[in-house]
């Protein structure tokens, strides 16, 4: 099928960067023999993205480069589907990611992985996400909102992304940035092969630190160690080892309605500290059994500590009170957390014929185990120490089978079934009451998608499926132990729509629905049962996107994401029927044109998003502390340009929020978050071989 070979991406300049010619990199290194294993939503040789019957997007390390994103979520913006909630500083290390009309709180509701590998805290326990790594030690990022998006796991009811790291690179490359409000940052990459070019290894160290938009500076270190070998001409092994520690003022506490009007610029909770650090590794075998056969296998553990300190505070519908620190009050407290998560994923493709059809299976297997140390400390004197007034130590194991099968019926229709099972079981312990308990589920999660290649320039895709969120520990037992028999929530997912490409022109359109029901709400306590799964809600819509190779190194690109439809069904402690989902804009779109010529490329690009509200209710009236009403729509102007002077030497630089717009990012979780106003950023490289 002609489709087969293109890569899609949605991105404001995707198509330039993909097909234009004479502009390769100057600074990339030359391409090792050997690639190392890692599990890819798409994989890089033999598949492609019009194998999977739903919408994929894939931003390259070309576009990346190009965008100059601050963060993931700055690049994960200009995907379709996806809203990006800001506003806790730190550059994007606290993500809140929602997918399709989905409340992007804490990324719930979407699964994030790196390499395959996942990245929150914990599935089981509390998904809620409190690290992002770093995006300049990223290679490509995949977003996929499709049927197959089962084969990884839990919480995906809006969908799966996964970051790429960086492959070493032989030789030495130093970068640094600079900008306003403080900002700057410093990588060092440095990678070898073996001489016979079958082992390669490297690494990337990162420092970045600002003094934040509202004096809510940060300082981050990032280290990334990866190797590799071919073992032999059918076996490949990669190891990676990633540590990522971050020390954010951030809080909380937003501003009022008074401050944000006049433009206050410091930091309201100047005690307040966000401070995560992590520790990861990945070990990944792959095994090419046969021309038809590979097994591939991903060792994963990761260590996450997050400690957040917030100064107490009262406030009343007009005005907030800190509690000062006198040594008698508690003045500072500690929800303190560390997380611990070890997992074996290993999966089995192989392709054969029955029957004359053409069939590609896929059949995995994960064991999974994390836990959980939960403290609250409180602190009378301001110190980062102090009494510890809440102690639980938490587990959850899991196991989890899928298969899928790939039935070509013809050489351009196919049918795509498949199934998940995924069994777990959650313990919570209070160590300080001994009041412990624990619940098991299994949850059967099936998918069938089809695509049908109607031209070589046009391909239809189509899915049916049903995603799942585990009830998270807390909700599932509590804290006296009894287990409140919580199924998982779940959403049953309908897409359908046709992408391809003609000449200069790509396209991509899909339409959605996405019922999301058995989620958990509060009820009045029975026989302990205070949560119960009644809560639902509807999402449709549809995306859109387009791009054209203008000529002469001219190129535009178009996407928006449409959802009317993203409500609540029945009236319970969730929200009210009818009401809209908070964080839930209608309409977000990018507009990008973009230049490239020799080496030097830039972009302009245009952000929308429309109005929000920010609580259930949908309170259009902003109040006094000014956590409460409707969220204007806005729209941001950037530009991006950079120029490689020759083979080791590149500058490059961006003017985010060209015109200096004064916007709302968000109202949670308490008060006005303003977002970014126009930021620069100007930066060097100098690739040494």
């Known amino acids: 099928m002609a489709y087969l070979?293109?890569?899609?991406?949605?991105?404001?300049?995707?198509?330039?960067?993909?097909?234009?010619?004479?502009?390769?990199?100057?600074?990339?290194?030359?391409?090792?023999e050997i690639e190392l294993p890692r599990i890819d939503i798409v994989e890089q040789r033999g598949g492609s993205i019009s194998k999977i019957p739903g919408t994929i997007d894939v931003l390259t390390k070309k576009e990346l480069e190009i965008l100059q994103p601050l963060s993931l979520q700055d690049a994960l913006k200009t995907v379709p589907g996806v809203f990006v909630r800001g506003g806790e500083?730190?550059?994007?290390?606290?993500?809140?990611?929602?997918?399709?009309?989905?409340?992007?709180?804490?990324?719930?509701?979407?699964?994030?992985?790196?390499?395959?590998?996942?990245?929150?805290?914990?599935?089981?326990?509390?998904?809620?996400?409190?690290?992002?790594?770093?995006?300049?030690?990223?290679?490509?990022?995949?977003?996929?909102?499709?049927?197959?998006?089962?084969?990884?796991?839990?919480?995906?009811?809006?969908?799966?992304?996964?970051?790429?790291?960086?492959?070493?690179?032989?030789?030495?490359?130093?970068?640094?940035?600079?900008?306003?409000?403080?900002?700057?940052?410093?990588?060092?990459?440095?990678?070898?092969?073996?001489?016979?070019?079958?082992?390669?290894?490297?690494?990337?160290?990162?420092?970045?630190?600002?003094?934040?938009?509202?004096?809510?500076?940060?300082k981050m270190v990032d280290i990334l160690l990866k190797a590799g070998a071919e073992l032999s001409t059918d076996q490949w092994l990669g190891f990676k080892y990633s540590h990522y520690e971050n020390n954010i003022n951030s809080s909380y506490v937003g501003l009022s309605a008074d401050q944000y009007a006049n433009t206050f610029s410091g930091n309201l909770a100047p005690n307040d500290y966000f401070i995560p650090k992590r520790d990861a590794v990945d070990i990944n075998h792959a095994w090419q059994i046969s021309k038809d056969t590979k097994i591939s296998t991903l060792l994963y553990w990761s260590n996450l500590e997050r400690n957040y300190w917030r100064q107490p505070n009262k406030k009343t519908t007009t005005e907030r009170t800190f509690t000062q620190c006198n040594g008698v009050s508690i003045c500072l407290n500690g929800n303190n957390r560390?997380?611990?998560?070890?997992?074996?994923?290993?999966?089995?493709?192989?392709?054969?014929?029955?029957?004359?059809?053409?069939?590609?299976?896929?059949?995995?297997?994960?064991?999974?185990?994390?836990?959980?140390?939960?403290?609250?400390?409180?602190?009378?004197?301001?110190?980062?120490?102090?009494?510890?007034?809440?102690?639980?130590?938490?587990?959850?194991?899991?196991?989890?089978?899928?298969?899928?099968?790939?039935?070509s019926i013809t050489d351009?229709?196919?049918?795509?079934?498949?199934?998940?099972?995924?069994?777990?079981?959650?313990?919570?312990?209070?160590?300080?009451?001994?009041?412990?308990?624990?619940?098991?589920?299994?949850?059967?999660?099936?998918?069938?998608?089809?695509?049908?290649?109607?031209?070589?320039?046009?391909?239809?895709?189509?899915?049916?499926?049903?995603?799942?969120?585990?009830?998270?520990?807390?909700?599932?037992i509590d804290t006296n132990g009894v287990d409140q028999?919580?199924?998982?929530?779940?959403?049953?997912?309908?897409?359908?729509?046709?992408?391809?490409?003609n000449g200069p022109f790509t396209f991509d359109s899909a339409i959605f629905s996405m019922n999301f029901s058995n989620q958990i709400v509060n009820q009045?306590?029975?026989?302990?049962?205070?949560?119960?799964?009644?809560?639902?809600?509807?999402?449709?819509?549809?995306?859109?996107?387009?791009?054209?190779?203008i000529g002469s190194g001219w190129s535009f690109n178009a996407n928006a994401t449409y959802i009317p439809v993203a409500k609540f069904v029945g009236t319970n402690s969730l929200g009210q029927d009818g009401k809209r989902i908070p964080y839930s804009p209608k309409l977000t779109s990018n507009l990008g044109i973009n230049f490239q010529k020799g080496g030097f490329n830039t972009l302009v690009s245009m952000y929308y998003l429309s109005s929000q509200f920010a609580d259930a209710a949908n309170t259009v009236e902003q109040n006094k502390l000014a956590?409460?009403?409707?969220?204007?729509?806005?729209?941001?102007?950037?530009?991006?340009?950079?120029?490689?002077?020759?083979?080791?030497?590149?500058?490059?630089?961006?003017?985010?929020?060209?015109f200096n717009k004064r916007y709302i990012t968000s109202r949670s979780p308490d008060g006005i978050f303003a977002g970014a106003p126009l930021n620069f950023q100007l930066g060097l490289s100098y690739q040494f071989y």
């Open 338 to 407: 560390e997380f611990e998560m070890l997992g074996l994923d290993t999966r089995l493709a192989t392709q054969f014929q029955t029957f004359g059809i053409q069939n590609e299976a896929e059949f995995g297997v994960r064991l999974h185990t994390e836990s959980q140390s939960n403290q609250r400390v409180v602190s009378k004197t301001g110190s980062q120490s102090g009494d510890t007034s809440l102690h639980e130590e938490n587990k959850a194991n899991s196991i989890a089978l899928y298969a899928q099968n790939r039935f």
């Open 89 to 218: 500083g730190g550059n994007g290390a606290i993500p809140n990611i929602g997918l399709r009309g989905l409340n992007p709180n804490r990324s719930q509701k979407v699964l994030l992985l790196e390499d395959g590998a996942p990245i929150q805290p914990s599935l089981f326990i509390a998904n809620q996400s409190y690290y992002s790594p770093p995006v300049e030690r990223m290679s490509g990022i995949e977003v996929l909102k499709g049927a197959s998006g089962l084969k990884y796991g839990p919480s995906n009811i809006g969908g799966v992304i996964n970051y790429l790291t960086k492959t070493p690179q032989e030789g030495f490359k130093v970068t640094g940035k600079i900008g306003n409000y403080g900002y700057r940052i410093a990588e060092i990459e440095a990678g070898a092969s073996s001489d016979s070019g079958k082992a390669i290894g490297g690494f990337n160290v990162i420092t970045n630190e600002g003094d934040g938009f509202q004096s809510n500076g940060f």
């Open 627 to 658: 956590n409460l009403g409707e969220l204007p729509a806005f729209n941001t102007f950037n530009w991006s340009a950079n120029y490689a002077i020759n083979k080791m030497t590149k500058v490059f630089g961006v003017v985010n929020n060209i």
């Open 524 to 549: 009045a306590a029975s026989a302990g049962i205070s949560k119960a799964n009644s809560g639902q809600s509807l999402h449709q819509g549809g995306e859109l996107a387009l791009g054209y190779l």
């Open 485 to 501: 028999q919580l199924d998982p929530e779940r959403s049953t997912n309908i897409e359908m729509g046709i992408r391809g490409k």
């Open 412 to 476: 351009n229709f196919a049918v795509i079934p498949g199934i998940r099972i995924e069994s777990y079981k959650q313990t919570r312990k209070n160590v300080l009451t001994t009041a412990s308990g624990s619940t098991k589920n299994t949850e059967a999660v099936p998918q069938i998608g089809a695509t049908w290649q109607l031209v070589p320039e046009a391909q239809l895709y189509a899915s049916v499926y049903k995603g799942f969120a585990p009830a998270q520990l807390a909700a599932a």
């Open 5 to 32: 070979s293109l890569r899609k991406s949605k991105i404001p300049f995707a198509i330039s960067t993909l097909v234009a010619s004479g502009m390769c990199s100057p600074l990339s290194a030359q391409i090792q």
